[in-house]
């Protein structure tokens, strides 16, 4: 979000109805390809391996992967949040000589502390060690990949960061299914390790070929945690309140997945199909905030920084209460509607989709849910435009504790199983819109008078 995707401005300015469907297009692509791409290659490896190998094996490999991808997103989101906000400092104050240096230390940074908090839970798993050491390098290797995504959001070079993974994740489906025919949970984790070290190595490369300079350790980046504490709070609660309701339903039913693992694959899948649903919302809002919004921020900021007068100051304000407005309401409507549709569609889609009928209250509950959810995660972003920081962490705060107390209470209970992610989404909704609401109110204190302490 530090700059403009200047690709989707071109698109837009030619307003004709194929500029503006591929605009929407390659936003879709720029906020959900490169997932997309590693949902799929996983996808085919769990098919295809159960054919060529030990079905519960394949379960096992599958497992070590959703808790690598769930334990890796809590212990570095915060993290990331935080040396966002860091780099983009760096890139105003125009020190870009400073960013390899400062890409070596956040890979280390956040691979390291991957691996160091985690491995009380590798030494918890039913593996032989070759099996753990590649998890180990697993672990290490997806902290990375959270990493120098960071760094080359920089470029914006979207379309090269989904070439990455379609690399990556096209690569370790090959070499996953080769070797793991013939060498079981060791080859399907090396195909793996293979293919994230490709998509790695290939978003490192980019960065490093743009950035040129010397790289060393750079500890002025651990200045990025006390500099601004409540966005790597901000960003290890959304972690945690995005899995929470996992982990809870998980160790309640301890449906065993190998190597002393659990789930509860009847949530797990239901709950998945719900969060595809809120993709095109998320297109949207990528769509407008590399536009419009991020354009009237930046005009509202350049009249302080170059003392605009205030008749000025109140038009831009009035333009960014016009444009959120048109945002929230186009998205409701276009959301929603798809939302609906997916909500009274959901029979179809478990028949569909292979899922057993006792998850379509589930699917329901994250469908509406993610609606919602998404809402409260692109109002939290837009706080961050402008200085919202604290109230964008209340927001996470109140959802995790409200999905934590709801799933709760309905423990043991399969037919209320997502109403808690779906409560959760609805109040940090509401609480984000309001608090939104009152900022752009008093837009001139909370970024003139306010940052002078």
Known sequence: ???????????????????????????????????????????????????????????????????????????????????????SD????????????LLLSCLLMTGGSSVILLLPWLWYLELEWIHRLLTLYLLALVACMWGVMIFVS????????????????????????????????????????LGISVVVFILSATVLAEFPGDIRIDFRLFRSFSKYPMLFFYGLLSGLGIWVDKFLIWLYH?????????????????????YMTALPALAYFILIAETDLYEIVRK????????????????????????????LVKIGVFQGLFSLFMFFTAPFWIQSLNLD????????????????HMGSMLLTIVLTYINGEKDSFWIVLLFLLTNLLVTCLMLG?????????????????????????????????????????
């Not at 929407?24 to 997309?36: M, Q, R, T, V």
């Not at 760096?90 to 240096?101: A, F, T, V």
């Not at 301890?254 to 719900?274: N, Q, R, S, T």
């Open 1 to 87: 979000m530090a700059g403009i995707a200047f690709n989707i401005r071109k698109l837009l300015h030619k307003r004709d109805l194929s500029s503006a469907v591929s605009a929407f297009f390659y936003s879709g692509i720029i906020s959900s390809g490169p997932w997309l791409f590693a949902v799929f290659a996983l996808g085919v490896i769990a098919s295809l391996g159960k054919t060529i190998s030990d079905p519960q094996l394949v379960n096992t490999f599958m497992g070590i992967i959703i808790y690598v991808f769930a334990l890796t997103t809590v212990v570095t989101y915060g993290t990331q949040i935080s040396i966002t906000r860091f780099l």
């Open 90 to 101: 760096c890139l105003y104050r125009k020190e870009d000589e400073r960013i390899p240096s």
């Open 154 to 193: 920089t470029l914006k070079a979207y379309i090269r960061v989904s070439l990455a993974f379609l690399v990556g994740f096209g690569l370790a489906v090959p070499a996953s299914l080769i070797t793991g025919k013939f060498f079981g949970l060791t080859g399907f984790l090396l195909g793996l390790n």
């Open 254 to 274: 301890k449906a065993p997945i190998g190597a002393g693992l659990v789930g509860f694959p009847l949530y797990d899948g239901a709950m998945f199909v719900g």
């Open 300 to 327: 509202y900021t350049y009249l302080i920084n170059h003392h605009g007068n205030l008749n000025g100051l109140k038009m831009i304000r009035k333009n960014l209460i016009k444009c959120m407005q048109d945002v």
């Open 357 to 372: 009928i006792t998850q379509l209250s589930i699917l329901r509950f994250s469908i509406i849910g993610a609606f919602f």
């Open 413 to 453: 209970d399969i037919s209320f199983y997502g109403l808690g992610y779906l409560s959760a989404a609805v109040i940090s909704f509401l609480l984000g819109f309001y608090l939104v609401s009152f900022r752009l109110k008093h837009l001139h204190y909370f970024l003139i008078c306010e940052p002078n302490t």
